[in-house]
């Protein structure tokens, strides 16, 4: 299995646009594409800053870069924003939401990535996988119910064999709403499902998914940390002795079983205990604006 981190390439100088003309009828809207175009070369930036500290860290832990997938994760963020990493030569993207995903995937090149990253409900799957034929990767997976469903809806639509890890609950937390109340879900920033799999039960769903769904290939296994979406050593010291295990109980090599463990606030220590697959949002994108209105 190949895994790698996207190579940066001189990103467009966006910030030396030529100025348009100045009149009052005008200025609001040239302001606010400056202001657009800004932010877009600050996003290109820090990408490459984050790859530059993803190469460093795999130096440390003695790997290569190539080895380290960067999920840059654009929950919530416009597509012109998406579309300006795209440019910096970046194709791995995520997101936690099935409508916002299947909202600008129909907007962005197809050899675009998608990484699926959050809560997946039975009865999303379906508007999931048709309407992001580019979908790459679902790395929520976390019972057998949910594998059974993307298995069978795969074999519906007739789509290539769909890639999935295995979502491993690392901290303990039960599986709630950890931050606020569903009427509130939409005002909260930080809002997610816990989910993932208990770590006694990794080796049991990861074999079903191998071997029971013919439609999915297992890739890897994936945790999302604590519930203030931090990440201790011990966390990432879990789902890798669940690899251990679950490469022991299928009789594959390690290098053929990802982790997705690591997030803004934590990727580089995540890098140099194992994790092979890093998911970046607010420090290249910035900080998540939700809108006044958004649903769930």
Same mark, same amino acid.
């Given at each position: 299995m190949r895994m790698w981190a996207d190579e940066p390439r001189p990103m467009n100088n966006l910030e030396n646009r030529e100025g348009r003309s100045d009149t009052p009828s005008t200025e609001d809207a040239e302001q606010s594409s400056m202001a657009a175009s800004?932010?877009?070369?600050?996003?290109?930036?820090? !990408? +490459? =800053?984050? !790859?530059? +500290?993803?190469q460093q860290a795999?130096? +440390? =832990?003695?790997?290569?870069?190539?080895q380290v997938r960067v999920v840059a994760v654009s929950k919530t963020k416009p597509v012109s924003l998406i579309r300006e990493v795209y440019d910096s030569s970046h194709r791995s993207f995520g997101e936690n939401y099935v409508q916002e995903i299947i909202d600008k995937a129909p907007q962005l090149p197809e050899d675009i990535e998608w990484h699926f990253i959050g809560n997946l409900q039975s009865n999303k799957v379906k508007p999931l996988l048709t309407g992001v034929p580019n979908l790459a990767v679902v790395e929520t997976v976390d019972d057998e119910k949910i594998a059974n469903r993307l298995d069978h809806m795969v074999a519906t639509i007739g789509r290539k064999p769909l890639k999935v890890m295995v979502q491993v609950n690392t901290s303990g937390e039960e599986s709630e709403d950890v931050c606020c109340p569903k009427q509130e879900v939409w005002k909260c920033n930080s809002h997610e499902t816990k989910s993932g799999v208990d770590p006694a039960g990794c080796v049991e769903l990861v074999k079903?998914?191998? !071997?029971?769904?013919?439609? !999915?290939e297992f890739c890897g296994l994936m945790t999302i940390g604590m519930p203030d979406y931090t990440s201790t050593p011990e966390n990432f010291k879990t789902l890798a002795n669940c690899r251990s295990e679950v490469c022991k109980s299928l009789g594959i090599a390690e290098e053929q079983c990802e982790l997705s463990m690591g997030m803004s606030g934590d990727f580089e220590l995540a890098i140099e205990m194992g994790s092979t697959n890093v998911r970046i949002g607010s420090t290249i994108f910035g900080a998540r604006e939700y809108p006044k209105n958004q649903p769930k």
């Amino acid at each position: 299995m190949r895994m790698w981190a996207d190579e940066p390439r001189p990103m467009n100088n966006l910030e030396n646009r030529e100025g348009r003309s100045d009149t009052p009828s005008t200025e609001d809207a040239e302001q606010s594409s400056m202001a657009a175009s800004a932010m877009d070369g600050v996003a290109a930036a820090a !990408l +490459r =800053s984050v !790859l530059h +500290r993803v190469q460093q860290a795999a130096e +440390r =832990s003695g790997i290569g870069a190539h080895q380290v997938r960067v999920v840059a994760v654009s929950k919530t963020k416009p597509v012109s924003l998406i579309r300006e990493v795209y440019d910096s030569s970046h194709r791995s993207f995520g997101e936690n939401y099935v409508q916002e995903i299947i909202d600008k995937a129909p907007q962005l090149p197809e050899d675009i990535e998608w990484h699926f990253i959050g809560n997946l409900q039975s009865n999303k799957v379906k508007p999931l996988l048709t309407g992001v034929p580019n979908l790459a990767v679902v790395e929520t997976v976390d019972d057998e119910k949910i594998a059974n469903r993307l298995d069978h809806m795969v074999a519906t639509i007739g789509r290539k064999p769909l890639k999935v890890m295995v979502q491993v609950n690392t901290s303990g937390e039960e599986s709630e709403d950890v931050c606020c109340p569903k009427q509130e879900v939409w005002k909260c920033n930080s809002h997610e499902t816990k989910s993932g799999v208990d770590p006694a039960g990794c080796v049991e769903l990861v074999k079903h998914v191998a !071997l029971g769904c013919p439609n !999915l290939e297992f890739c890897g296994l994936m945790t999302i940390g604590m519930p203030d979406y931090t990440s201790t050593p011990e966390n990432f010291k879990t789902l890798a002795n669940c690899r251990s295990e679950v490469c022991k109980s299928l009789g594959i090599a390690e290098e053929q079983c990802e982790l997705s463990m690591g997030m803004s606030g934590d990727f580089e220590l995540a890098i140099e205990m194992g994790s092979t697959n890093v998911r970046i949002g607010s420090t290249i994108f910035g900080a998540r604006e939700y809108p006044k209105n958004q649903p769930k």
